[in-house]
């Protein structure tokens, strides 16, 4: 099985955890793009979870500076982060745990429109 899904959000790369004095909080900006990610996978996923191997791939179109160094998005923030954010939005909604995603793979490209993230995930059974 495969599922491909677009999402109309702009990438934001997952930020550390900040400690304070009084307890641990994830960074608002963060917290908001996972909600927005979490609220169109939402709408878009299949009734279940999937609860077998899976293999992921995620593009992130982002939105190109005046004066880009590289024709390909080669720079801050790092691609790992990217996938972090959206890996946690989809755990209880696409998947039952990101534990599950055994192949990988994350792609950081400019935006020939409107920065969006394309989302594909194939399921063990058609591998």
Not at 18 to 36: I, L, N, S
Not at 96 to 120: F, M, Q, T
């Amino acid at each position: 099985m495969i599922l491909e899904l677009t999402i109309p959000v702009c990438p934001v790369a997952k930020e550390r955890a900040r400690v304070t004095r009084f307890g641990t909080y994830t960074p608002a900006r963060t917290k908001e793009f996972e909600r927005q990610v979490m609220m169109h996978i939402r709408r878009h996923a299949p009734e279940k979870p999937f609860g077998m191997p899976l293999k992921v791939e995620i593009e992130f179109h982002l939105p190109k500076p005046r004066r880009a160094k590289f024709k390909v998005h080669a720079v801050r923030p790092d691609c790992d982060n990217f996938l972090k954010a959206v890996m946690d939005a989809g755990n209880g909604i696409l998947w039952k745990d990101d534990a599950l995603i055994w192949d990988l793979r994350g792609i950081k490209v400019y935006a020939l429109n409107e920065p969006k993230i394309l989302l594909k995930i194939q399921a063990e059974s058609t591998l």
